[in-house]
């Protein structure tokens, strides 16, 4: 059973980066379509990137697009997202996802493995 755990998060300045990793445990990451959500306070999941195990292109939310990669290292089993030019409105909570088709889905309920998340702060 594959568990997944964040790390990376952190308090940082406006304009500031931040390189957020997921690891996997009890299994392989390399068959399995791997994204990124983040949690607002008062607000619902929103979708920021995923990239599937098959190959493709990487696809990221309207408001990280441009700002945020992901990338994957499966040799390492894991996953990582890489946030430039942070801006108060990326202060969330962001988790690691996972889903076994190769289909990347911007829905959470699509991904049936999470991690707890990790806390990113950006203050002005």
């Known amino acids: 059973q594959v568990q997944l755990v964040e790390s990376g998060g952190g308090l940082v300045q406006a304009g500031d980066s931040l390189r957020l990793s997921c690891t996997a445990s009890g299994g392989t990451l390399s068959t399995y379509t791997m994204a990124w959500f983040r949690q607002a306070p008062g607000k619902n999941h929103e979708f920021v990137s995923a990239?599937?195990?098959?190959?493709?292109?990487?696809v990221y939310g309207d408001s990280v697009k441009g700002r945020f990669t992901i990338s994957r290292d499966d040799a390492n089993n894991r996953v990582h997202l890489q946030m430039n030019n942070l801006e108060p409105d990326d202060t969330a909570v962001y988790y690691c996802a996972a889903r076994s088709p190769t289909v990347i889905h911007r829905t959470r309920n699509s991904y049936t493995k999470w991690g707890q998340g990790t806390r990113v702060t950006v203050t002005v």
């Open positions: 990239i599937s195990y098959a190959g493709g292109a990487p």
